[in-house]
């Protein structure tokens, strides 16, 4: 089956990072019957990117492109990405991931196989540093993806929740009738908003489309020292609080204080009240991040409109 494959990657300031990337890609099985492309979308990086992607494509004409995209923002490059791919299947991966062998393999398999709109694939978490003690992956004190990972076991299932940007691949269409990922959302030059990929997979989700979940897709995500401390999670809490806002998660009936729903204050309130209580080391972190997520939010929802009148 003849079936023709875009790689969007988009970087910023990685150069090092990205020419081992490359290399990966360049190694990887190509499916039969099938044309790849892999477009490197350089966000206006100040270092040698677009040296390292020519070399490249001097070696693999044709496989490898290069392109500018000078507004700062990772939703921007991802579209431009999305905009010059001539695959009937557009997949994502991130600038810093080593790539299984049968990465691009697997996505055509598994796309031949379901019946489906979009896959999100295995991400494993490669630990160059020691994990954190206070770094809980499972249990009432569970802590949300900081750290990026998805392991679902190694049976394809359907999914109910987002994938990540990663590992994760759509067919073309889905960008045609659900339009491209919003560029209020990813990180960009004035703030680390996360949130662009998973909230354009709720937009299928909710439009009643099908995700599968593909165990043999696999990328190995490296897991960055500085994403090991408490700040970052900190930090990566307050954005998601903010992100929550700017996706609509406030329900429109919702009685609003300053124009913060009156139930942030509460969540913030109880969050920052077992914190202080909490015995537990690790139920104290896990509280305090919650407060985080809360005060995001409440960050956010000042000076927006208010979703219901007193």
């Known amino acids: 089956m003849y079936m023709e494959i875009s790689v969007v990657l988009c970087t910023y300031n990685r150069s090092e ?157 889905v960008f045609e009738k659900y339009g491209l990922f919003r560029g209020d959302l990813g990180p960009n030059s004035e703030n680390s908003i996360r949130g662009e990929d998973s909230e354009f997979c709720w937009r299928l989700l909710r439009g009643g489309e099908k995700v599968m979940y593909a165990p043999k897709v696999v990328v190995y995500h490296p897991v960055e020292e500085k994403r090991t401390k408490k700040n970052y999670f900190k930090s990566w809490y307050f954005d998601y609080g903010r992100a929550l806002v700017r996706t609509g998660d406030i329900p429109e009936q919702a009685i609003c204080y300053f124009g913060v729903p009156r139930y942030l204050f509460r969540q913030y309130v109880e969050a920052s009240a077992k914190w202080l209580c909490c015995l537990n080391p690790r139920g104290r972190f896990y509280y305090k991040l919650q407060a985080c997520l809360a005060r995001g939010a409440i960050v956010e929802s000042r000076g927006r409109p208010k979703l219901a009148k007193l």
């Open 17 to 173: 990072g990205l020419q081992k990337v490359l290399s990966n890609l360049a190694r990887l099985t190509l499916p039969e019957c099938s044309s790849c492309e892999v477009i490197v979308v350089d966000n206006n990086s100040m270092d040698d990117t677009k040296a390292v992607v020519e070399e490249f494509s001097r070696t693999r004409p044709g496989f490898f492109k290069y392109v500018l995209e000078s507004r700062q923002g990772k939703s921007f490059a991802l579209n431009t990405g999305i905009g010059l791919a001539k695959g009937k299947i557009i997949a994502f991966t991130d600038d810093d991931v080593e790539l299984d062998r049968d990465w691009l393999v697997e996505i055509t398999k598994a796309f031949e196989s379901f019946d489906c709109i979009g896959i999100g694939g295995k991400i494993i978490a490669v630990w160059n540093c020691q994990k954190p003690r206070w770094y809980v992956e499972s249990g009432p004190y569970k802590l949300m993806e900081a750290i990026v990972r998805l392991d679902l076991g190694e049976q394809p299932l359907e999914l109910g929740k987002p994938v990540w940007g990663a590992n994760m691949a759509f067919r073309r269409t």
